[in-house]
RNA sequence: CGGGCUGUGGCUCAGUUGGCUAGAGCGUCUGGUUUGGGACCAGAAGGUCGUGGGUUCAAGUCCCACCAGCCCGACCA
């Protein structure tokens, strides 16, 4: 079509041309490690393309793929694994505090998400549509749920009806559909499994406290234990709190390139959907009352944040207590009876951590270190003749790479050392990457070179939505959140945008995000 | 949804101005030798060339539409 073409082809051919001739003249020189690093590459370095690296990871971690559906993902089996783990904790983290499970349907009658102005006006871009069952047109199309607080608090008005019914705390795990317009494994497919929370209380100021009662007790408690993620907690800007809500607070974390990962969110939906769905009770002094609501969910999201977190250039990294498999014991020969004997005596010793042992006879040892890196079990257990003599075993943790030999009567204190540890020294990397980053800024030009650098930026923001959207067209940044941990700092302070006196004592943060 | 790029065995790709039964490496399978960081030898299987039209004696190659993926925007957990 264009004259350009041959132009282009020509290139492509010179350029195939000359790699081959370098490649092949490395391979003359240092054949061994040319052939290693070739086969290495099948994960991009982190530094190179941080998008394909992160691709990579998941792909030889074997976590998930793309569907054949537009912009939908297939978690495979390891990759469920992990996301098993993740509802278990969750799941009992958050019946401890009371809350129950329940299931909603997966489709909701269209008008109902119109009954809230600013929720259908927030979802109505990227909803998918049913309008046909049962070989007919319906007469209602039925909306394949984005979010279920329509769905749930429909049902909700007819549950509550006294100030005894109250708080009222449901949660489901579903999965929710949105039709994203640049899908992204984990980080934004347009199905995606979560959990999400609704309750009901009798005051605001209830709503605000169960709110973050969850942020904090569930939420953060679960990113540092368990992810060995560090988050900040903040409060949402106007612009960027969920679509019907009073106030959205969030979990928010940094990624290796810079980039800020909304991990979790809970918000205060104060009476704006009770009013719609007219969920209201009777109050002890006899008046009929609204309810105050409040709805929080983590997704599938976690995972894609737990491989941005902590993985590295030979593949997925995974806290010790969310690995599915925390211990992978390779016989160097698994023709050898005697190391077979000390492998299945070690699992029993071992009784207590997920252990997975090795057998495979068509693969050798190093070939099976790689697959095991490359899934991110954090430590593994080899056991070859010479440890056999020594009555041991060599211990290598995925983190550092170190490897020790370890007498066989000590194992199960050594595992749970080098777990513990890895645990949390993944956390203070983390956090290290994440203060170390960190940026106070008072003037727009270093505002602006703050955020090319990644990280967050703390600065002075008069929370204005057209001014978020401005520095977003500069910058590609938005607010983030306003931490809660902030100081207050005196005097006035100026807009770092439009220069306009700001109402807040703190600063917000701002990031380039996901 | 706009702009750019891509789609050929499981994976990475080659395939010339359209021309014969579409190739390579890796992986897979079978047998053998090996086994402390991605082994070697011998043999084998595996492809509707993204889908559907069109042009042509002839299409992986040219044209159109659609689908999917990647990158950049807008949107978002």
């Known amino acids: ?72 993902m297939v978690i495979k089996p ?34 109902f998400l119109e ?12 909803l998918a549509v049913v309008t046909h069952g049962g070989g007919k047109k319906l007469e209602e199309p039925l909306v394949v749920r984005p979010t279920s607080e329509t769905i749930i608090y429909e049902s909700f ?6 100030y005894r019914d109250l708080p009222f705390v449901i949660n489901q795990w579903a999965n929710v559909v949105r039709w994203e317009m640049r899908p992204r494994l984990f980080l934004r497919t347009s199905e995606f499994l979560w959990q999400e929370g609704h309750s ?9 406290e169960y709110a973050l009662k969850i942020l904090n007790e569930v939420y953060v408690k679960f990113a540092h234990d368990f992810m060995a993620m560090p988050v900040y907690t903040g409060q949402k800007s106007e612009g960027e709190k969920f ?18 990962l909304q991990a979790g969110t809970s918000h205060n939906l104060s009476d704006n959907f009770s009013k719609s769905f007219d969920v209201s009770f009777l109050d002890q002094d006899g008046q009929r009352k609204n309810i105050f609501q409040t709805s929080w969910g983590v997704s599938t999201r976690l995972i894609g944040g737990l491989i941005m977190t902590h993985s590295d250039d030979k593949g ?29 005596s070690v699992v029993k010793q071992l009784a207590g951590f997920s252990v997975e042992t090795d057998l495979r006879d068509y693969l050798r040892p190093g070939e099976k270190y790689y697959e095991w890196e ?56 983390a956090l290290k990457r994440r203060e170390e980053s960190n940026k106070i800024v008072d003037s727009w030009q270093d505002f602006e070179q703050a955020l090319k650098q990644g990280g967050y930026v703390f600065t002075h923001w008069c929370g204005d939505e057209s001014c978020e959207a401005d520095i977003k067209q500069k910058t590609k940044a938005v607010s983030r959140f306003m931490p809660f941990d902030a100081r207050e700092e005196h005097g006035d302070h100026l807009c770092i945008n439009c220069g306009k006196k700001t109402v807040y004592k703190k600063r917000w943060a701002f990031a380039l995000a996901y």
């Open 243 to 260: 679509a019907g809500a009073f106030r959205t607070f969030c979990i928010e974390s940094l990624m290796q390139d810079g980039k800020s």
């Open 157 to 162: 008005s007819r549950w509550i009806r006294s």
């Open 1 to 72: 079509m264009k004259k350009d073409d041959g132009i282009d082809k020509k290139d492509k051919i010179d350029l195939t041309g000359s790699s081959v001739v370098e490649r092949s003249l490395t391979i003359n020189g240092l054949k061994q490690k040319t052939e290693k690093e070739t086969a290495m590459k099948n994960i991009t370095k982190r530094g190179e393309d941080y998008s394909q690296w992160y691709q990579d990871v998941i792909a030889n971690a074997d976590l998930a793929e793309h569907s054949v559906v537009r912009g939908c």
């Open 78 to 111: 390891y990759g469920y694994a992990i996301w098993e783990k993740i509802v278990a904790i969750l799941d009992s983290m958050l019946k401890e505090m009371g809350v129950k499970n329940a299931y909603f349907p997966i489709f909701i009658p269209e008008s």
């Open 374 to 429: 490359k899934k991110g079990i954090p430590v593994r257990i080899e056991i070859g003749p010479k440890d056999m003599e020594n009555r041991a075993v060599v211990l290598v943790r995925r983190d550092t790479g170190a490897k020790e030999s370890c007498a066989i009567s000590q194992i199960p204190q050594r595992v749970e050392e080098i777990l513990q540890d890895m645990q949390s020294s993944l956390f203070a990397a």
């Open 316 to 344: 997925l990294v995974l806290p010790p207590k969310l690995a599915p498999v925390q211990v992978v014991i390779i016989p160097i020969r698994v023709t050898d009876q005697a190391a077979i004997e000390v492998a299945k």
């Open 115 to 126: 009954r809230e102005k600013k929720h259908v006006k927030g979802f109505s871009p990227e």
């Open 200 to 208: 009901a209380h009798a005051s605001l100021q209830e709503a605000e």
